[in-house]
Nanobody
Framework: QVQLVESGGGLVQAGGSLRLSCAAS????????MGWFRQAAGKEREFVAA?????????????NYADYVKGRFTIARDNDKNTVYLQMNSLEPEDTAVYYC?????????????????WGQGTQVTVSS
């Protein structure tokens, strides 16, 4: 069982930045694909960004972004800290949502939420205009 705890959400003005963190339990964090998803009020949950597991003999990872955050958000992982981050810059009111991190045992870091095995409780991000 993997437990995920998000932090870093809050209220920010449009154009501002936030960095979300997701701390994971367990000793196999480096083998998991990790994703960030978000759900705005009255809308379905949607994909934001994902990062693959680290290579066995290298630190290479692949990343994947939704078009509406590409160039503004950056996902990264620190396997020594069992943490995945989402750096969010140039925030817009449309980015207001509850942000969830998720872990995928297969490690690919896919865009499909149904392929993820564990979920955090979410952290609220509110962007004011």
């Amino acid at each position: 069982q993997v437990q995920l705890v998000e932090s870093g959400g809050g209220l920010v003005q449009a154009g501002g930045s936030l960095r979300l963190s997701c701390a994971a339990s367990g000793r196999t964090f480096s083998s998991y694909g990790m994703g960030w998803f978000r759900q705005a009020a009255g809308k379905e949950r949607e994909f934001v960004a994902a990062i693959s597991r680290s290579g066995v003999s290298t630190n290479y990872v692949s990343t994947n972004y939704a078009d509406y955050v590409k160039g503004r958000f950056t996902i990264a992982r620190d396997n020594d800290k069992n943490t995945v981050y989402l750096q969010m810059n140039s925030l817009e009111p449309e980015d207001t949502a509850v942000y969830y991190c998720a872990a995928q045992i297969t490690g690919w870091g896919s865009r499909d939420e149904h392929e993820y095995d564990y979920w955090g409780q979410g952290t609220q991000v509110t962007v004011s205009s």
